[in-house]
């Protein structure tokens, strides 16, 4: 099985700065990972597929990087809206699909 | 517009049995890989079970396997999960979520709003 680690547990970010959020593998994934929004009481929403691929209407101030067993996602300059819990999944060798711990963005 | 509907969560005794569903529309459901991906209160996400288009092929995760069984019906662009001998690790959020992939294993591109599975005496 595949292990995703995410890191900070915890980021403590003002509006208007950079966050960057970093997720590695136990093993390489190649290319296959994921990344997901969740607001309390909502559904995960999907970022960033193909690593670094935005899915549909999402912002560009959302982007990912990395390959192999290292990734990032970064989102440019933080929006209200954009204070959530993010996490990260591989898709690369399953089953199982794996998810990361994930990361909570809160408010400086 | 995809939209997808859980339904059939509550309140169980440890050892019940559960069956929930997951109504979907907006796309072309016999081609798409579904799953089942569940979250226990203030934790994080876990995937639970993936069934392609044809009901080829289908996959549990070791914590589920032997107790959960997913299934489908096409006909009625419809989600399945039978779970049986539950236990109180199970209590969770359950999400039905497509496959971005289409047919394939991949990401999630569409999730429900989740159904609640309390498994408690």
């Known amino acids: 099985e595949i292990v995703m680690t995410q890191s900070p547990a915890t980021l403590s970010v003002s509006p208007g700065e950079r966050a960057t959020l970093s997720c590695r593998a136990s093993?390489?994934?190649?290319?296959?990972l994921a990344w997901y929004q969740q607001k309390p009481g909502q559904a995960p929403r999907l970022l960033i597929y193909g690593a670094s691929t935005r899915a549909t209407l999402i912002p560009a101030r959302f982007s990912g990087s990395g390959s192999g067993t290292e990734f990032t996602l970064t989102i440019s300059s933080l929006q209200s809206e954009d204070f959530a819990v993010y996490y990260c999944q591989q898709y690369n060798n399953w089953p199982p699909l794996t998810f990361g711990g994930g990361t909570k963005v809160e408010i400086k | 517009e995809v939209q997808l509907a859980e339904s059939g969560g509550g309140l169980v005794k440890p050892g019940g049995s559960l069956r929930l569903s997951c109504a979907a529309s907006?796309?072309?459901?016999?081609?798409?890989?579904m799953n089942w991906v569940r979250q226990a209160p203030g934790k994080g996400l876990e995937w639970v079970s993936s069934?392609?288009?044809?009901?080829?092929?289908?996959y549990y995760a070791d914590s589920v396997k032997g107790r959960f069984t997913i299934s489908r019906d096409n006909a009625k662009n419809s989600l399945y999960l039978q779970m049986n001998s539950l236990r109180t690790e199970d209590t969770a959020v359950y999400y039905c979520?497509?496959?971005?992939?289409?047919?394939?294993?991949?990401?999630?591109?569409?999730w429900g709003q989740g159904t609640l599975v309390t498994v408690s005496s």
């Open positions: 093993q390489s994934v190649t290319s296959n």
């Open positions: 979520a497509r496959s971005g992939l289409g047919p394939e294993i991949g990401d999630f591109d569409y």
């Open positions: 907006g796309f072309t459901f016999s081609s798409s890989t």
């Open positions: 069934i392609t288009g044809s009901n080829s092929y289908i």
